[in-house]
């Protein structure tokens, strides 16, 4: 059994950011329009300084989703296909150059007859 998905994890934590600062602004009975302002802001700074690993799977597991259907690639893989094509295009070259003519010299004549 897998656990608990990544964006849920990453979702309750950024409504736990946001609430927790928007309720203890309201006990402190600011306006409540400021207070969701203020706490909007709180919640987004705190969630990007402390839920960068939350963040970062939600990511991985959002590319991992889209690109299901081709593998991901490496800059080594990246760097062998360029090999393979460079060689290739090298041999279609060479195969593509005519041969080399050979000039046929003139044969002398007989003249002995």
Do not use: N
């Not at 600062?21 to 009975?29: E, M």
């Not at 960068?52 to 296909?81: C, I, N, Q, S």
């Amino acid at each position: 059994m897998k656990g608990i998905p990544s964006w849920v994890t990453y979702t309750v934590l950024r409504l736990l950011v946001f609430v927790i600062p928007l309720a203890v602004l309201l006990v402190l009975r600011i306006d409540a329009w400021i207070a969701v302002v203020a706490a909007a802001l709180i919640g987004l700074c705190l969630s990007y300084i402390f839920l960068r690993k939350p963040r970062d799977a939600v990511a991985t597991d959002l590319y991992a989703a889209r690109h299901r259907d081709k593998p991901a690639t490496t800059v080594d893989d990246d760097v062998e296909d360029a090999a393979i094509d460079s060689a290739q295009q090298s041999a279609d070259r060479s195969a593509e150059q005519p041969a080399e003519r050979s000039v046929e010299h003139p044969k002398p004549h007989d003249t002995a007859a």
